[in-house]
């Protein structure tokens, strides 16, 4: 019983997160922390999950793990977030204006179908972004410190180079008008599957889920040690969709994970890995 339970665990949460914003009062929506609460409430109940039913002993979480996550979790919903805004998000909004961009049509739709948008928009846009980090040097090279990671849990999917971590944050949904709490519901489920798809869990989601969404055994075998050949697939961090039909999705799940002999990076290596070409020539001089 307690399996199948645990593998419905995913959908039960996107279902919760709809459920959330359709019937959050008004104050709530309106208020800026509201969705970094309910991300970190997830976040905190599948790190508590990953304690009473682990995918694989050798992820379980240590201390120094759990510290250098926890660092890249506050980076993420504070400077990370504030950059985006400020140099990604608030310039698109007025240019909208500026532009005379109006898409009132959006907020006729269902809510249901908003949040859908919001999704699949953000995601194909990150789909490709993901792949161009795997075929470009220098879109690598912010990237790589991700890989370096030598075991998954719930919240390794913040930890990455900073460079990479705004990368990852980038989409053209501003330029979009639509209601204000689809839209949340939107984001909160870009932000929790990825949570999932990173979780030392042994929740294996049903088939018509993960024809959609990213899993933990499909983003595990995108970490697999293998080669980095073998991490060119299954780039959606969130929908796996955009893989089945761009053709680089692969089934099948990895247990070792980490790229360059699997070498742990501390946070200070994760943030100056982008620059090694240049600090090396001036160690060389
Ligand atoms: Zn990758
Ligand atoms: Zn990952």
């Known amino acids: 019983m307690k399996q199948p339970l645990f593998n419905l665990l995913p959908p039960l949460t996107v279902a919760a997160i709809l459920a959330f914003w359709a019937f959050a009062p008004t104050h709530w929506v309106d208020t800026w922390w509201t969705i970094t609460a309910v991300g970190l409430v997830v976040l905190a109940f599948v790190q508590l999950l990953e304690c009473v039913h682990e995918r694989h002993e050798g992820w379980r979480i240590s201390q120094r793990e759990f510290f250098t996550d926890s660092f890249y979790v506050v980076l993420s919903i504070t400077a990370i977030s504030w950059l985006v ?18 898409t009132p049509w959006l907020t006729e739709l269902p809510f249901v179908v908003q949040a859908a948008l919001v999704v699949l928009l953000f995601e194909f846009g990150q789909y490709w972004m993901h792949r161009l980090m795997h075929h470009n040097a220098w879109f690598w090279s912010t990237h790589a410190p991700h890989h370096h990671l030598t075991q998954l849990n719930a919240m390794k999917g913040y ?61 595990s075998l995108h970490h697999t040690v293998l080669s980095f050949e073998d991490t060119r697939c299954n780039y959606g961090n969130c929908v796996i969709l955009f893989d089945r039909l761009f053709g680089t999705f692969r089934d099948g799940e990895s247990v070792v994970v980490g790229q360059d002999e699997r070498k742990r990076l501390s946070i200070q290596e994760q943030f100056l890995f982008p620059f090694r070409p240049w600090l090396e020539r001036i160690k060389a001089n």
């Open 85 to 102: 805004d400020a140099l990604a998000n608030s310039p698109m909004e007025k240019a909208k204006e500026a532009l005379g961009i109006s």
């Open 159 to 219: 930890v990455g180079n900073p460079i990479e971590l705004f990368l990852i944050s980038l989409g053209v949904v501003a330029f979009l008008d639509f209601d204000k709490a689809p839209m949340l519901a939107g984001f909160s489920i870009l932000t929790v599957i990825p949570i999932y798809a990173h979780a030392n869990l042994r929740a294996d989601p049903p088939r018509w889920f993960s024809f959609f969404f990213t899993t933990i055994r499909y983003h």
